[in-house]
C-alpha cells in the first residue's frame, strides 16, 4: 500500500509565497518522477511542475520562474515552492508520484487547496 500525503496549503495574498511537500510512503521500492498538478474549479487538471530522480524540471510556462519544485530522495519527499502568486494560482494541488512496489503504478496524494486573495 502507498500513501501520497501533502501538506502546506492555504490562503494567501496576491504577491505572497506559500511552500507545498508531498510525503510518499508504504511498500516501496523506488520512486520515478513525481509532479504536481492543480485543478480550478470548473477547469481540466493541468501539470505544474515535474521532476525526475535525477533532478531535471519541467514547468508550465504559467509559473515558470515562480515556482520551484524539488525533491528528497531519502526522505521519498517533493516540495513546491511557490512565489509571487497569483488570483489565478488559486486551485487545489495534487502530487503525482510513479512508484515502484512489485510493479510500477501511479499514485495521487488527496489535494491541498490553495486560495490567492487578489
Known amino acids: 500500500q502507498v500513501q501520497l500525503v501533502e501538506s502546506g496549503g492555504g490562503l494567501v495574498q496576491a504577491g505572497g509565497s506559500l511552500s507545498l511537500s508531498c510525503a510518499a510512503s508504504g511498500s516501496i521500492f523506488s520512486v520515478e518522477t513525481m509532479a504536481w498538478y492543480r485543478q480550478a474549479p470548473g477547469k481540466q487538471r493541468e501539470l505544474v511542475a515535474r521532476?525526475?530522480?535525477?533532478?531535471?524540471?519541467t514547468y508550465a510556462d504559467s509559473v515558470k520562474g515562480r515556482f520551484t519544485i524539488s525533491r528528497d530522495n531519502a526522505k521519498n519527499t517533493m516540495y513546491l515552492q511557490m512565489i509571487s502568486l497569483k488570483f489565478e494560482d488559486t486551485a487545489v494541488y495534487y502530487c503525482?508520484?510513479?512508484?515502484?512496489?512489485?510493479?510500477?503504478?501511479?499514485?495521487w496524494g488527496q489535494g491541498t487547496q490553495v486560495t490567492v486573495s487578489s
Open positions: 503525482n508520484a510513479q512508484i515502484t512496489t512489485s510493479n510500477l503504478g501511479s499514485y
Open positions: 521532476i525526475t530522480p535525477g533532478g531535471t524540471t
